[in-house]
């Protein structure tokens, strides 16, 4: 991704690993606290990049757990995106998914859950959501600090 001057990027490679995944999550939180996001939209970026990452690792368990999640953090004024990009061709796109049981116990196994379902989460957490399919998977999430008039 080409970025202007006004921009700073950070960006992390982790192994398509769960207990990277706090690695990402303190990023996230450091990054955005020094921006001046409030803690609930922190709270949600947090959700949105480990729901985008779980999508990866789930998918990844499937052919080789042995590559790399790229994940870069790009901030500009007051706009931090995030993109997740994995080696998992399509995870969001081509997945088949069994019909939904009844019990909503079984919502917690991630491959019952229906991409649209996936996507329509990280778009009410997230101002902006854009996933794309070339070669891997990126998720790309981005969020504006919403200032109130109270201050």
């Not at 996936?118 to 794309?132: E, F, H, P, Y």
Request: glycine letters at 4%; a negative charge; proline letters at 4%.
């Amino acid at each position: 991704m080409n970025t202007s001057q006004s921009q700073e990027s950070i960006v992390l490679h982790i192994p398509a690993k769960l207990e990277y995944f706090e690695v990402v999550r303190a990023t996230l939180y450091s990054v955005a606290s020094k921006m001046g996001f409030c803690f609930e939209d922190i709270e949600d970026m947090k959700i949105a990049v480990t729901e985008a990452c779980e999508g990866a690792l789930f998918f990844s368990s499937h052919e080789s757990n042995s590559y790399l999640l790229q994940l870069s953090f790009i901030v500009d004024h007051e706009t931090l995106t995030i993109i997740v990009k994995d080696e998992v061709s399509g995870y969001y796109y081509q997945r088949s998914v069994p019909p939904l049981s009844k019990d909503p116990s079984s919502l917690k196994k991630f491959d019952q859950v229906p991409p649209e379902l996936r996507q329509l989460m990280l778009s009410t957490l997230m101002d902006k959501v854009r996933i794309t399919n070339d070669g891997g998977t990126e998720v790309i999430l981005t969020k504006q600090i919403h200032r109130s008039g109270w201050l």
